[in-house]
């Protein structure tokens, strides 16, 4: 019997899991390790709360998760509860599937101003994720800027352009939704450093923009290269770059305008006690295809700035760490002997959530390679040992439903549910 743990319940996770299940059949046991009591990752902290399709992906997961021979166990730290060194003497397989949850530093002065806020803090904040339950972003202003060109900066203005009835039928928890049916944003101003070309936003995101009541997406016809040039570009950036030309000759008088701000870099962020503006610098690229500024500067208002430019994955104790990358110290998944890494712990946050799928059945061709039976470790029962010793209190995946259930009962009209934002509310809701 092969034992293998796996840290994180998130897509990557889920996936491996799935993959070694049909790798090995009935002669593993595999668990999967969460700290939070709660499974499926940036599926519930992370995607908006508006792509309620995006998040059916779970009840894929939710098949893994109720097998024979799968375990979930959430509420239960590594590096904290139990160490990594332990898990080893435990399992003939350890794979880290933890994710990038941490937010890349914006890296200019000011960027420590009250009112700058990181968008893994803030996609958490109205996702209901417990680490940032308590976050008090000033949603209140009128200016607010977003720094990126992906998917998650349009998530972050979208959210916050949207009217409460477009949120009908989300599960944007109650907290954000109080907060944001009182703001009063006139301008959400999204900041690429590049230009129109060079975006990472897909179009059926940027297709939203289009359909908001209250909120008009706006581009400068003069940072758009001449149409020709569209015909070099992959399809998919193509279909995006046509719908930010739409966006350019749009005359649409709403009361909120989504900013298209191209060729476009903050240097830093002004304010007495709290951010009041992002001072940025005009870009141009170079024939190397290298962003250098143009020595213009100006100034745009903003009460928020969210910094959408990317993540890391938190270091562990006793694992190889490669802080340039962000990502654990991996050659194609393997970190050290029945150690691997999968999905962003692996690759770093590249990807979409599918990514994850392939990369977790190579990751079990791996395992499967280096370890041809199993050890004779003990695998859960040992686990189950050490934490009880130490008085850690596991979930299960049957008091996940309980809890499910629960945020389902105290949904409110139309929601699909209410999230608990706090441990101690999900804990809570097992009885």
């Known amino acids: 019997m092969r ?4 840290i994180g319940s998130g897509p990557a996770g889920y996936y491996t899991a799935e993959a070694c299940q049909k790798a090995f059949g009935s002669d593993c046991r595999i668990d999967i390790l969460d700290r939070l009591p709660v499974p499926y990752g940036l599926i519930r902290t992370g995607v908006a709360p508006d792509h309620q399709s995006i998040k059916g992906v779970a009840r894929r997961y939710e098949a893994v998760a109720l097998s024979d021979t799968v375990r979930f166990v959430g509420n239960v730290s590594v590096g904290d509860d139990v160490a990594i060194a332990e898990l080893l003497d435990l399992y003939d397989a350890v794979v880290l599937a933890t994710g990038a ?28 994720h417990p680490d940032f339950a308590q976050l008090d972003p000033p949603v209140h202003g009128l200016d607010a800027v977003v720094v990126g060109a992906g998917n998650v900066a349009l998530d972050v203005a979208r959210i916050l352009a949207k009217t409460e009835a477009e949120f009908g039928g989300s599960d944007i928890v109650g907290h954000a939704l109080d907060r944001l049916r009182a703001a009063e944003h006139a301008t959400v101003t999204l900041l690429a450093r590049r230009g129109p070309h060079q975006i990472a936003m897909t179009p059926k995101e940027l297709g939203e923009l289009a359909h908001l009541t209250r909120a008009v997406p706006l581009v400068d016809p003069a940072d758009l290269p001449p149409i020709a040039a569209d015909a070099e570009l992959e399809p998919g950036l193509c279909k995006s770059v046509a719908y930010l030309r739409d966006f350019a000759a749009v005359h649409d ?70 802080d340039a990358l962000g990502r654990f110290a991996n050659v194609d998944g393997r970190i050290a002997p ?22 977790g059945f190579a990751i079990a061709e791996l395992i499967a390679a280096d370890i041809a039976a199993g050890s004779g470790k003990p695998g859960r029962a040992g686990l189950d040992a050490l934490l009880d010793q130490r008085g850690v209190d596991i979930v299960t995946f049957r008091d996940w439903q309980k809890i499910e259930a629960a945020e389902i009962t105290r949904a409110r009209t139309g929601a699909p549910r209410e999230k608990f934002a706090t441990i101690a509310e999900m804990l809570a809701a097992r009885a």
């Open 3 to 6: 034992h293998i743990a796996i």
């Open 101 to 128: 949850p941490a937010d890349k530093p914006l890296g200019v002065p000011g960027d420590d101003l009250p009112g700058v806020i990181g968008s893994a803090a803030f996609v958490g904040w109205y996702n209901g």
């Open 338 to 359: 029945g150690l691997y890494a999968v999905g962003w712990a692996r690759r770093g946050p590249t990807g979409t959530i599918g990514t994850n799928r392939p990369d």
């Open 253 to 322: 008088d709403k009361p909120v305008r989504i900013v298209f701000d191209f060729f476009a870099r903050p240097v830093r962020i002004e304010g007495d006690a709290s951010a009041e503006r992002v001072i940025v610098a005009r870009t141009r690229i170079d024939p190397t295809g290298r962003v250098v500024d143009t020595g213009e500067e100006y100034a745009i208002p903003a009460t928020l700035v969210v910094s959408c430019i990317g993540y890391r994955t938190p270091p562990i104790a006793g694992v190889p760490y490669d």
